[in-house]
């Protein structure tokens, strides 16, 4: 009986099968034995190229999926923050700030998000302050503060502390960077009001008339470390007391004070009841 031996080229067959020889010399053996062995070795071939062919063809459709599922998720986290929407643009009186104020859904689109730019002599100071979330079922943000404005070339507000017309508690309040560096912004929100001071020097001072109602909330960054501060009082005023409440809010050795000469003060919880704390801001 004669053996016809075959080249490795004219056994093509899958990779996988090339590392047991033995199973390939016992098939050309065995085949090449009968009439027909040339055709059963070229037929065992072509199975065996067909098996490796499917293998790689769910290889490469399970990489299609997966691509395909990455691309949609960053496409969920990044659209919108790209597609974001500018509700307020108010350029301040001496035209040398311009603040914006945008508003993007987060994934999975029931809530909103509206964050604070602020820009000085064309360039950017302070990028994506979180002020306000709120869902499907909330009023829009515009309606719940309107009216923005620039009450000195500084200091920037928006609604009333107020929202049905009436007015808060008067009050007054002192400002004070008694930090080493520069304070970027130092926002301070109470009812339905929100005000931000920009670009406080080290050592500055600044004095402000301001309602209030139930309480106030503060929260500042520093310019050079960026390292945020923030805090809250509530106020309890006795019924009858129409005294003027003078309050201060003390930014010195990475704390932020909110104190009052008056009775009545109590520290709470922060901050603002409409965002979270600035911990947590890193979730939208």
């Not at 010399?25 to 098996?51: F, K």
């Not at 309602?211 to 509530?234: E, F, I, P, T």
């Not at 909110?258 to 704390?277: F, K, T």
């Amino acid at each position: 009986m004669r053996v016809h031996h075959h080249s490795p080229q004219q056994l093509s067959v899958c990779p996988a099968v090339r590392t047991r020889p033995h199973v390939v010399s016992r098939i050309a053996i065995v085949s090449s034995a009968t009439p027909e062995g040339l055709g059963l070795i070229q037929t065992g071939t072509c199975c065996l190229g067909l098996v490796c062919a499917c293998g790689e063809a769910k290889v490469k459709r399970a990489a299609i999926v997966l691509a395909s599922v990455c691309t949609v998720l960053l496409l969920i986290l990044f659209t919108p923050r790209i597609a974001r929407r500018v509700l307020f643009s108010t350029v301040s009186p001496r035209l040398r700030y311009k603040v914006e104020v945008s508003q993007y859904r987060p994934f999975p689109f029931v809530e909103r998000a509206v964050f604070l730019n602020v820009y000085r002599d064309g360039r950017t100071r302070t990028v994506h302050k979180l002020l306000y979330t709120g869902d499907l079922l909330d009023s829009d943000f515009r309606d719940l503060y309107p009216h923005p404005r620039f009450r000195s070339d500084d200091i920037y507000e928006l609604g009333d502390v107020m929202n049905d017309g009436s007015v808060g508690r008067p009050g007054s309040v002192r400002i004070v960077n008694a930090a080493q560096e520069e304070i970027s912004y130092l926002l301070i929100e109470t009812g339905w009001y929100k005000l931000v001071a920009l670009d406080l020097k080290a050592g500055a001072t600044a004095d402000l008339s301001l309602q209030y109602n139930g309480g106030l909330s503060c929260q500042a960054q520093l310019a050079d470390s960026k390292q945020r501060l923030s805090g809250a009082v509530s106020i309890v005023d006795s019924a009858d007391s129409k005294e003027s409440r003078q309050l201060s809010l003390t930014v010195r050795g990475g704390s932020l004070a909110i104190e009052s000469p008056q009775p009545g003060l109590r520290q709470s919880h922060c901050c603002a009841s409409d965002r979270p704390d600035p911990e947590h801001e890193w979730l939208y």
